[in-house]
C-alpha cells in the first residue's frame, strides 16, 4: 500500500523558515517524480514544486521561486520543502504526492501538513 | 500559464441523479486533463486521469471525456458518499494548474 506521511508542518511568523518533510513507503520511491500541492483556508488546491525522480530538475510556480527549494533523498524515501521568508499568504495545508508515470497525475497524497504564517 | 474554469461552482443533485461537471482550458492540453475528489478534511483523491481513464478503486459511475479545452466529469446515479470537492487538473505544460472547484451537495 503506497503511503505518503508529512511532517513538520508549525506556526511560524513572518519573514521564518520551516522544513516539511514526507516519507513514503510501499512503492519504490527513486523512481518517480513527487510534488507538493498546498491549499490555503477554505480555497483550491495550487501546485507549489515538483522534483523528477533523480533530483536532476526542479520545478516551481512563480508565488515561490526564490524562497522555497524541494528535494528529495532517495536512501531514505523522503521528500523535503524548505521554504524561507514566509508570508501570511503561504498559510495552507500542504501535501506532498506521487507523481503517475513521467509528467502523469498525482496518483497518491498524503493528508497534509499545516503552515500558518502569523505574527 | 493555463487556466481552467469549472462550472458550476456549486450545485445541489438528489441521489440517484446524474451530474456533470465541466473543464473549460485556455489553451489546448490534449488529453492531460485529470479529476479529483476532496471530500471534507481529507486529501484529495484520484479520479480520472487524462481526460477518460478510470482508475482502480474508483466507482464506474465515475467517468470523463474530452479532449483539445472542453473536458466533462460524469457521476451516474449519485450517491450520499459523492459529497465532495471535484477539481480538475492539468500536466500539459507548467506550472501545473488545478480548477477553481466544483463543490457537490447531495440533497
Known amino acids: 500500500e503506497v503511503q505518503l506521511v508529512e511532517s513538520g508542518g508549525a506556526s511560524v511568523q513572518p519573514g521564518g523558515s520551516l522544513r516539511l518533510s514526507c516519507g513514503g513507503s510501499g512503492f519504490p520511491f527513486n523512481i518517480y517524480a513527487m510534488t507538493w500541492v498546498r491549499q490555503a483556508p477554505g480555497k483550491g488546491l495550487e501546485w507549489v514544486s515538483s522534483i523528477t525522480a533523480a533530483a536532476t530538475h526542479t520545478f516551481y510556480a512563480d508565488s515561490v521561486r526564490g524562497r522555497f527549494t524541494i528535494s528529495r533523498d532517495n536512501s531514505n524515501n523522503t521528500l523535503s520543502l524548505h521554504m524561507n521568508g514566509l508570508r501570511a499568504e503561504d498559510t495552507a495545508i500542504y501535501y506532498c504526492?506521487?507523481?503517475?508515470?513521467?509528467?502523469?497525475?498525482?496518483?497518491?497524497w498524503g493528508q497534509g501538513a499545516l503552515v500558518t504564517v502569523s505574527s | 500559464e493555463i487556466v481552467l474554469t469549472q462550472s458550476p461552482d456549486f450545485q445541489s443533485v438528489a441521489p440517484k441523479e446524474k451530474v456533470t461537471i465541466t473543464c473549460r482550458a485556455s489553451q489546448s492540453i490534449g488529453g492531460r486533463l485529470h479529476w479529483y475528489q476532496q471530500k471534507p478534511d481529507q486529501s484529495p483523491k484520484l479520479l480520472i486521469k487524462?481526460?477518460?481513464q478510470s482508475i482502480s478503486g474508483v466507482p464506474s459511475r465515475f467517468s470523463g471525456s474530452g479532449s483539445g479545452t472542453d473536458f466533462t466529469l460524469t457521476i451516474n446515479s449519485l450517491e450520499a458518499e459523492d459529497a465532495a470537492a471535484y477539481y480538475c487538473?492539468?500536466?500539459?505544460?507548467?506550472?501545473?494548474?488545478f480548477g477553481q472547484g466544483t463543490k457537490l451537495e447531495i440533497k
Open positions: 487524462y481526460a477518460s
Open positions: 504526492a506521487k507523481l503517475d508515470y513521467g509528467e502523469g497525475p498525482f496518483d497518491f
Open positions: 487538473h492539468q500536466t500539459s505544460s507548467l506550472p501545473h494548474t
